[in-house]
């Protein structure tokens, strides 16, 4: 699967952003997708993720009650809402998918998924 992000852009300190995250894959309902995001010096964290039927999420802490995940099985997108945006959310936003034969699985680290995005920075200014 190919995985193309998109979304990301110059905010300032509480505006809220929306990314997108558009699949190749045939059937995206098989693939739990997530998002993570990455500055400079630190390695990529954990934002959010959704299993293949969108029924089950998780969220890191630091963005719960502020980023919603979702996603639209029949245009192959994950979307990430990102609310109440704050400077230290500045970052490279990515999406990153993983097939699985069960789809109520959600993932939540680097490790476990094989496909990725090109990324899109998030810049939140205050």
């Known amino acids: 699967v190919q995985l193309q992000a998109c979304g990301g852009g110059l905010v300032q300190a509480g505006e809220s952003l929306t990314l997108s995250c558009v699949a190749s894959?045939?059937?995206?309902?098989?693939?739990?997708v997530g998002w993570f995001r990455q500055t400079p010096g630190k390695e990529r964290e954990f934002v959010a993720a959704?299993?293949?039927?969108?029924?089950?999420?998780d969220s890191s802490d630091s963005v719960k009650g502020r980023f919603t995940i979702s996603r639209d099985n029949a245009k192959n997108t994950v979307y990430l809402k990102m609310s109440s945006l704050k400077p230290e959310d500045t970052a490279i936003y990515y999406c990153?998918?993983?097939?699985?034969?069960?789809?109520?699985?959600?993932?939540?680290?680097?490790?476990?998924?094989?496909?990725w995005g090109q990324g899109t920075l998030v810049t939140v200014s205050s």
């Open positions: 990153a998918a993983s097939w699985r034969i069960h789809s109520n699985v959600v993932l939540t680290t680097t490790g476990a998924y094989n496909a």
């Open positions: 894959a045939r059937t995206f309902r098989s693939y739990a």
């Open positions: 959704i299993s293949g039927s969108g029924g089950y999420k």
